[in-house]
């Protein structure tokens, strides 16, 4: 049987630049996942997950603690813990740390990234 559950702190993580790290969670390497994939992202404060786009993917996301600002197509969201956040393919966005503490969210990835597929 294929391994079912994935601990956090037992993937080391990529760290980034601007300062933030990225722990994939569930994916191919993981878990044997082709459908989706899984993680979280924990951004330094002050810190912000740069302006991007996914061309084939969805994303949802997931706030799990500090707070922080979505910024897409032209508006801004407040995010709290709670909020859940969904990016349809092709659209800008960007997150940023407004807070006094590590911004953490759970994403995932329909279809998952090619890179979560080796």
């Known amino acids: 049987m294929a391994k079912l559950i994935v601990k956090e702190s037992e993937i080391e993580g990529t760290k980034r630049i601007p300062p933030r790290v990225s722990k994939v969670l569930i994916c191919n390497k993981t878990v044997g996942a082709t459908k989706i994939s899984m993680g979280v992202n924990i951004t330094e404060v002050g810190s912000r997950i740069p302006l991007h786009s996914h061309e084939n993917q969805e994303e ?5 603690s500090g707070k922080g600002k979505l910024i897409a197509d032209g508006e801004e ?14 659209v800008k966005h960007e997150i940023v740390n407004t ?5 953490k969210i759970v994403w995932a990835y329909g279809p ?3 890179e979560h597929l080796s």
């Open 60 to 64: 949802a996301m997931y706030v799990i």
């Open 77 to 90: 969201y407040e995010l709290t813990p709670g909020t859940a956040i969904f990016s349809p393919v092709g």
């Open 99 to 103: 807070g006094d503490e590590p911004f």
């Open 112 to 114: 998952p990234l090619p």
